[in-house]
């Protein structure tokens, strides 16, 4: 088993920034990719990035490129989401997520530990 935990979020005002860290601790096996997803109030859980192990290859919703960053540490099992120039849209429990294979995935199916989610609160 993988565990997950997610820190770092809160209340912001828009145009504000925020960053999301994800530990992963457990049976870690080398050459996971992973990603984060989010969930707002009423809506389904979407996509919002993913990374490849090595961190080569990454794929952003277009709702947030260009305003979102994904970064990741193997050797500290960790990985980052810089959130910058957020709108009260971006509001949601964002959720870290981890898969067994390196390279990126966009379904939620791909993935296979989840962390329990961290809210974030953008305010207009």
């Known amino acids: 088993q993988v565990q997950l935990v997610e820190s770092g979020g809160g209340l912001v005002q828009a145009g504000g920034s925020l960053r999301l860290s994800c530990v992963a601790s457990?049976?870690?096996?080398?050459?996971?990719?992973m990603g984060w997803f989010r969930q707002a109030p009423g809506k389904e859980r979407e996509f919002v990035v993913t990374?490849?192990?090595?961190?080569?290859?990454?794929v952003y919703a277009d709702s947030v490129k260009g305003r979102f960053t994904i970064l990741r540490d193997n050797s500290k099992n960790t990985a980052w989401l810089q959130m910058n120039s957020l709108r009260p849209e971006d509001t949601a429990v964002y959720y870290c997520?981890?898969?067994?294979?390196?390279?990126?995935?966009?379904?939620?199916?791909?993935?296979?530990?989840w962390g329990q989610g961290i809210q974030v609160t953008v305010s207009s």
């Open positions: 457990g049976r870690i096996f080398n050459y996971n990719a």
């Open positions: 997520a981890w898969r067994r294979v390196p390279h990126t995935g966009l379904n939620q199916d791909d993935y296979d530990y």
């Open positions: 990374i490849s192990w090595l961190g080569s290859d990454t």
